[in-house]
């Protein structure tokens, strides 16, 4: 994808993974309760995007190369969104099984979330999680992970960070999943913007989906989309999502590979699959710094899923 020159350093990867979920997590944090977390969080990603040209800088490589902000044929961003709508039969799956263990989050924090309307969530909720998340994890991280060889490694350890970086048990497993997509995705097309548009319509959808909930129920919408999206609450839902988890996976598996073969990175897919051939270190000081704060943030939060309907209701 990237040899060493064009991408950050692994030291400095970690550092600006470190500083971005720490101010990505914390100052949108103050402002939940008023329901402007989402909007407010273009402010940490202002700060963000300012570290990441200073640290450019200090690596002597400019931004679009080192965080993969490469162009790609029409045909991938087609794909991409074809990939989008597959992962969700997948990471649905996913979700009702986490659900089964733990109260769904999405739903203690509705109002915080989602409550700054339709237009304001579409930019706080869909634009700025999108483009951002995408921006640090699989352009900062997994571009200079991947510039040291070691595809496979970087793929599962930029998509567990992801799922980390969402900080609660509800979103973790299905987040993890996510990532190993987006991060193949961004490995066979060379680029973050295909991810970023997967990223970002996946994130409408759920905007789109609690839109029409408000207005007609969720039951409503659920019975509407079980087809697609059946709850695994008896035995023949739960084969049927099964069967539509692995046919998510193979329609991603064909658009991914076929994205590789049209942008001539088919040798960087097959090393994401077979791992590499170097041992170069990516877990860094910083990475361990961030990793148990993440860790430690989903365990009180997980804590906090369990005890919060006893006191809401």
């Known amino acids: 994808m990237n040899n060493q020159s064009k991408a950050l350093s692994i030291k400095r990867a970690n550092f600006f993974f470190l500083i971005s979920i720490l101010l990505a997590l914390i100052i949108p944090g103050f402002f939940m309760s008023t329901g402007l ?3 407010v969080s273009i402010v940490p990603y202002a700060i963000v995007t300012l570290l990441a040209f200073i640290l450019c800088k200090k690596d002597n490589v400019s931004l679009p190369e080192a965080f993969n902000f490469h162009k790609v044929k029409p045909a991938t961003i087609l794909l991409a969104v074809v990939i989008c709508f597959a992962t969700e039969l997948i990471t649905s799956f996913i979700s009702n099984v986490t659900n089964y263990f733990f109260p769904d989050l999405l739903v203690l924090t509705h109002d915080q979330l989602y ?9 706080g909720v869909s634009l700025i999680p999108g483009f951002f998340e995408e921006f640090v994890c699989r352009g900062g991280l997994l571009t200079s992970y991947t510039s040291t060889g070691r595809f496979r490694a970087s793929v599962l350890l930029t998509s ?4 980390l970086m969402h900080g609660n048990p509800t979103q973790l497993f299905y987040a993890f999943a996510f990532g190993i997509v987006l991060a193949y995705l961004c490995i066979a097309s060379g680029s973050i913007w295909p991810g970023i548009v ?5 994130n409408f959808v759920s905007v789109i989906q609690d839109m029409f909930e408000t207005k007609y129920g969720k039951e409503t919408v659920d019975h509407a989309t079980r087809f697609i ?5 008896t035995t023949g839902s739960f084969i049927y999502s099964i069967v539509l988890c692995i046919l998510g996976i193979i329609i991603v598996c064909l658009c991914i590979r076929t994205v590789a073969k049209n942008e001539n990175n088919e040798e ?4 994401a699959t077979k791992g590499g051939d170097t041992k170069t270190k990516l877990v860094t ?5 961030a990793i148990v704060f993440l860790v430690i943030l989903t365990i009180a939060i997980g ?3 369990f005890v919060a309907p006893t006191f809401l209701n």
């Open 268 to 271: 960087n897919l097959r090393l």
């Open 303 to 305: 804590a906090y899923q």
């Open 160 to 163: 567990l960070l992801f799922g």
């Open 37 to 39: 977390g989402t909007v």
């Open 285 to 289: 000081r910083s990475l361990v710094i």
């Open 115 to 123: 409550g700054a309307g339709l237009i304001l969530n579409i930019i």
């Open 229 to 233: 999206f059946p709850d695994i609450k």
């Open 198 to 202: 997967v990223h970002m319509l996946n």
